[in-house]
């Protein structure tokens, strides 16, 4: 596990995770940004998944992304922590992963699921993102190259804390 500072749509791994809404018809943030990236063909793909629930993912193509895949995944809406909100976004990072490892992939890359306009705060975000993932590693004893993928320097400070 390792976190940067990039736009994830630059990233040329083997999958990209997308912060989608539960319609997977875009949105904005990062997913407006993959969307504008993979081209219109991602969209048409999303028609056919029929959306998704929260805390679930689903796989597509990448398109003219330089990842080969997007796992889109439904964050929750940040209600103060109390609404299941911690299990939920747990869930994101295990049903990617899940999802992931069903379709080979190698190397994947996150955004900070739920922490931009969904309100999650950061630091608890991350300590949720950090637990999840290295639980999976472990439990599914393999390989996989993770990548955090923050979009500012105070996150990518955030995340780095958290994997010390
Ligand atoms: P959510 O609705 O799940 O909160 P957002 O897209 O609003 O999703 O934000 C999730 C995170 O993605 C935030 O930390 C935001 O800064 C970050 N983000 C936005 N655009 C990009 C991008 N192109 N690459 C990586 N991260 C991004």
Not at 36 to 54: D, F, I, K, S, T
Not at 60 to 89: D, Q
Not at 138 to 158: G, H, I, P, T, Y
Request: hydrophobic share 40%.
């Amino acid at each position: 596990m390792k976190a940067i500072t990039a736009d994830i749509t630059t990233l040329k791994v083997d999958a990209i995770v997308n912060a989608a809404n539960t319609t997977l018809l875009g949105g904005g943030g990062v997913d407006g940004a993959i969307h504008r990236a993979a081209g219109p063909a991602l969209l048409e793909e999303c028609r056919g998944l029929g959306g998704c629930a929260v805390g679930d993912a689903k796989i597509t193509r990448g398109y003219k992304l330089p990842a080969k895949h997007v796992i889109h995944t439904v964050g929750p809406v940040w209600r103060g922590g109390h609404s299941g909100e911690p299990e939920m976004l747990a869930g994101c990072y295990r049903r990617s992963l899940e999802v992931a490892l069903e379709h080979g992939v190698k190397s994947i890359a996150f955004p900070a699921i739920s922490t931009g306009v969904y309100g999650y705060p950061i630091e608890e975000a991350t300590r949720i993102a950090v637990a999840t993932v290295r639980e999976f590693l472990k439990q599914n004893e393999m390989q996989m190259d993770v990548v955090f993928c923050c979009f500012s320097e105070r996150d990518l400070a955030v995340y780095s804390k958290e994997l010390s």
